[in-house]
């Protein structure tokens, strides 16, 4: 399964942007969906993740208040609504789905599928 993220690109300090990701094609029923990115130099690192059944949300604290993740059952989908963006938030971002989550989901290793990522570029 081919996860596709679109949305990324080009904003100024203090503005939005609204990450998506939908596979090609699932049948599967995920335990969790997640976005994750990547600076330049630096590891990739945990943003948001959703589990499901319930719908428990997970936020890295420096997105925490700005960022927003949901998820769209009827479109397998999982987006992320990135407001008051600030030239931190640069990097490629990574969209990942979790068939069982045993640990913690803010650990990239629970992941089972990932998408290619879309870069994110904020200027100050």
């Known amino acids: 399964v081919q996860l596709q993220p679109s949305g990324g690109g080009l904003v100024q300090a203090g503005g939005s942007l609204r990450l998506s990701c939908a596979p090609s094609?699932?049948?599967f029923r995920w335990n969790a969906e997640a976005w994750f990115r990547q600076s330049p130099g630096k590891e990739r690192?945990?943003?948001?993740?959703?589990?499901?059944?319930?719908?428990?949300?997970w936020y890295a604290d420096s997105v925490k208040g700005r960022f927003t993740i949901s998820g769209d059952s009827a479109k397998n989908a999982v987006y992320l609504e990135m407001n008051s963006l600030i030239p931190e938030d640069t990097a490629v971002y990574y969209c990942?789905?979790?068939?069982?989550?045993?640990?913690?989901?803010?650990?990239?290793?629970?992941?089972?599928?990932w998408g290619q990522g879309t870069h994110v570029t904020v200027s100050s």
């Open positions: 990942a789905r979790a068939l069982r989550i045993i640990g913690t989901p803010r650990n990239s290793d629970e992941y089972d599928e």
């Open positions: 690192e945990f943003v948001a993740a959703v589990v499901w059944p319930g719908g428990s949300k």
């Open positions: 094609a699932s049948t």
